[in-house]
């Protein structure tokens, strides 16, 4: 299975590193523990990528099982034209939105913009095998 995330992220220049673009230290170690666990399981494969257009570049010359993506990439593209031109260049492929804006968020919107299934931030990682079992993926490691 492949696995793609896309996530804002911006350059700490000071620091010399990249960090998430809500510095939302518990989302960036479960991202993180996420790719590892997927990086060690046989069959596996993750991708980050940190832009709405680095994302379609990306869809385009490669093939993902599932895309899973910060609601804030709706924001920046106005309403779900992330979602939309994804799922235009990969019809087959699942899409999960995550949100910590819950409030804000229009569950209705993602799915008729083409999104799968959504989760809200922070979220475990039992959590996310069971959004991905739902979008019929279910051969995510248990680890």
């Known amino acids: ?10 350059t700490n220049e000071s620091m010399g590193y990249i960090i998430p673009y809500y510095y939302f230290s518990f989302y960036r170690i479960m991202s993180c523990r996420f790719r590892i666990i997927n990086a060690r399981s046989e069959g596996y494969h993750c991708e980050t990528v940190t832009t709405a257009e680095a994302a379609l570049s990306f869809i385009r ?44 968020f229009s569950y209705d919107a993602a799915i008729e913009d083409g999104a799968s299934d959504f989760i809200k931030k922070p979220f475990t990682l039992k959590e996310m095998r069971m959004r991905l079992k739902h979008v019929g993926l279910s051969g995510f490691p248990k680890g």
């Open 1 to 10: 299975m492949r696995i793609f995330f896309v996530q804002l992220m911006e």
């Open 61 to 104: 010359e490669n093939i993902f099982d599932v895309m899973v993506t910060d609601v804030a990439m709706f924001f920046k593209k106005d309403g779900g034209e992330l979602t939309e031109k994804a799922k235009k260049l990969r019809a087959g492929m699942a899409i999960i939105v995550m949100t910590e804006f819950i409030d804000d």
